[in-house]
């Protein structure tokens, strides 16, 4: 009896070990932060995962503070910020460029405006300018939408436009994607999203007389830019370094570019 169970337990030992045998074990990390980036990170992501099958790669939103404080606490191993000016706390963190965006002025579709100066704008957005009468446009309450405290395209929005103070009465969307769908459906909205991330559902209005392009953007004229970071607690190692490496590759820079966003360099 004591053989057989023996010669039992032999067969499940080599089962597991064949079983293990030429198989890597997975690495797993998380990416999050900017809800502008998530998307480009996403689709970057599965990309690097279909060559390197034994990466697990989690890509989650939440906004650019998120993405630093997890970095930060070690919750998520790459952080993703889209800020001009990176807050104080990041300087414990090292920072890369991945890619560069502007931030597009949006209306509806159906409003006649189509170019604001930095000027009018931010009056707006602070609620001393409240009818599209007073901007060119047709008498009707103009319905401010922006982003959440946090956001990384509110900060580099605020920061761009200088002197905005958010009025109360703002509708306030925690995404990109929620302030296109809000600004596709309300007529008399305005608000500004990621560059990279505008659709025909809304129409980005020239600001200062320049076009929200990318060959604006690229020739320095467009002025609501911000770099997008990629931020590790220490110098980035194995597969991390790795997807990071693979994103600032010649491959992973096109594919931002083709998507809509600007490359680092």
């Known amino acids: 009896m004591k053989f057989v169970t023996s010669v039992l337990l032999a067969g499940v030992a080599l089962v597991v070990m064949t079983s293990g045998c030429g198989r890597k074990a997975e690495t797993a990390f998380t990416v999050a932060g900017s809800t502008a980036f998530q998307p480009f990170a996403e689709k970057l992501a599965d990309q690097f995962m279909a060559s390197h099958p034994d990466v697990n790669i989690t890509v989650q939103g939440g906004g650019s503070s998120l993405g630093i404080q997890s970095a930060l606490s070690g919750t998520a191993q790459i952080g993703m910020a889209d ?13 890369v460029v991945a890619a560069r965006d502007g931030i597009a002025i949006i209306v509806n579709p159906a409003n006649l405006i189509k170019t604001l100066t930095t000027e009018q704008i ?10 599209w009468k007073e901007l060119g446009g047709e008498d009707r309450p103009i319905r401010v939408v922006s982003r959440e405290t946090g956001s990384g395209t509110r900060s580099s929005f605020e ?10 009465e ?3 969307q925690d995404s990109n994607g929620t302030i296109r769908e809000t600004v596709a459906n309300d007529r008399d909205s305005l608000g500004y999203l990621s560059h ?8 980005a209005v020239s600001v200062d007389g320049v076009a929200c392009t990318a060959d604006q953007i690229v020739a320095g ?3 609501l830019v911000r770099p997008v970071y990629l ?11 790795d997807f990071i490496d693979y994103i600032l590759s010649a491959e992973g820079q096109d594919m931002i570019k083709q998507d809509g966003l600007l490359p680092a360099k």
Not at 88 to 95: D, K
Not at 159 to 168: A, C, E, K, M, T
């Open 122 to 131: 931010r009056a707006v957005f602070n609620g001393t300018t409240g009818n």
């Open 170 to 172: 703002a509708l306030v």
């Open 231 to 241: 931020l590790t607690k220490g110098a980035p190692a194995g597969a991390v370094k």
């Open 221 to 223: 004229q467009y002025k």
């Open 83 to 95: 800020l001009v000016i990176l807050p104080p706390e990041a300087s414990a963190l090292t920072p």
């Open 159 to 168: 920061q761009v436009v200088g002197g905005i103070s958010l009025l109360r």
């Open 196 to 203: 990279g991330l505008l659709n025909a559902k809304v129409s």
